[in-house]
């Protein structure tokens, strides 16, 4: 039987990346993108659903008779109805250990631009600052070395453990933190001793607003922080004041609450400031990841096939 596949947020992936071929029959439609309104349609006659952001609840759900696996391209699954989906024998399978070189590559070097003040000097090249210098070196900035440093890491996950692995190349002392367990006192000592933080737990009631700006208040004035994570998970309007007031020293973002974000966040008011660097929810998205991504897909679907069902949420 001739198995009808929809991929509902086809450009959420480059069109370069290669997807290997299935082991079954089937019949692939791709789209762009899809709008709330126009899922239940696309999905009717769907035996298998892809999709990376596109929500799937009972009410798009409950129109697709034939849906037997809804294959995720990521590895959070907060899109899904997974109690519809139980009920209903519709099985889930998503990524996972996929983008952990990527994200930890890009978190170590948010750290070294900020600590080599890389964005800073270059505003200073601009203002033909150096050519006013008398001596070799414009030194009009602060620099500082990763050696030696303490960072702090919430989450231990795959992602958690390869930031510590490079961080630790740099001679830093890493300090891990589970929110799992989590005790106010506790966080605000771990808090209260990093030098650097980087945040990789998930986005849930426990971390939504984990850092708001009574825990910014308590880091140190040199303290540098990562979210390569989720933007709920740091209070933005928070942390452009401390930037803004140099509560703390710097910030590297990759994730807001809302993607892509309005025009009014709060992040764009500090988006030339030298102490903060924002990329566009890239941190995972290097070229040899996104082919992994799809390579671990179409492993994921073949497999279910096979009756060797892999990565089931």
């Known amino acids: 039987m001739r198995k009808n596949i929809v991929f509902l947020d086809r450009s959420t992936f480059p069109s370069n990346i290669l997807f290997p071929k299935l082991d079954f029959s089937h019949k692939w439609k791709n789209h762009n993108f899809t709008k709330v309104k126009e899922v239940k349609k696309r999905i009717e006659k769907a035996h298998i659903i892809v999709t990376n952001k596109i929500e799937l609840n009972r009410n ?27 009920k209903h024998n519709i099985s889930i399978c998503n990524l996972r250990d996929y983008a952990s070189i990527s994200v930890a590559e890009h978190v170590l070097t948010l750290m070294l631009a900020l600590s080599k003040n890389i964005k800073g000097l270059e505003k200073d090249i601009d203002k033909k600052l150096w050519q006013k210098r008398k001596v070799f070196a414009l030194l009009s900035r602060e620099i500082n070395d990763l050696y030696s440093k303490t960072l702090g ?10 930031v510590g692995r490079i961080a630790k190349a740099f001679g830093m002392n890493i300090n891990y933190f589970s929110v799992r367990n989590y005790k106010k006192t506790q966080f605000l000592k771990f808090l209260s ?4 933080l980087s945040i990789h737990c998930p986005l849930n009631e426990k971390t939504k607003d984990l850092i708001t700006i009574k825990e910014l208040k308590i880091m140190k004035k040199n303290m540098i922080l990562i979210n390569t994570a989720r933007g709920g998970i740091v209070n933005e309007n928070d942390l452009a004041k401390a930037l803004k007031q140099k509560i703390i020293a710097g910030a590297g973002i990759d994730v807001t609450t809302s993607e ?27 070229n040899e990841t996104l082919q992994e991504a799809i390579n671990q ?11 060797r069902k892999r990565n089931i949420v």
Request: charged content about 15%; overall charge positive.
């Open 297 to 307: 897909l179409i492993k994921n679907i073949n497999s279910f096939y096979k009756g």
């Open 60 to 86: 798009n759900l409950s129109g697709a008779k034939n849906l037997e696996l809804i294959a995720v391209t990521a590895t959070g699954t907060n899109i899904i109805d997974l109690e519809y989906c139980r």
């Open 260 to 286: 892509p974000p309005k025009k009014s966040h709060a992040y764009y008011s500090i988006l030339n400031e030298p102490n903060f660097i924002w990329t566009p929810h890239t941190a995972w998205a290097s």
């Open 193 to 196: 001793s990093l030098d650097y």
């Open 153 to 162: 890491v919430i989450g231990k996950g795959s992602i958690g453990i390869k």
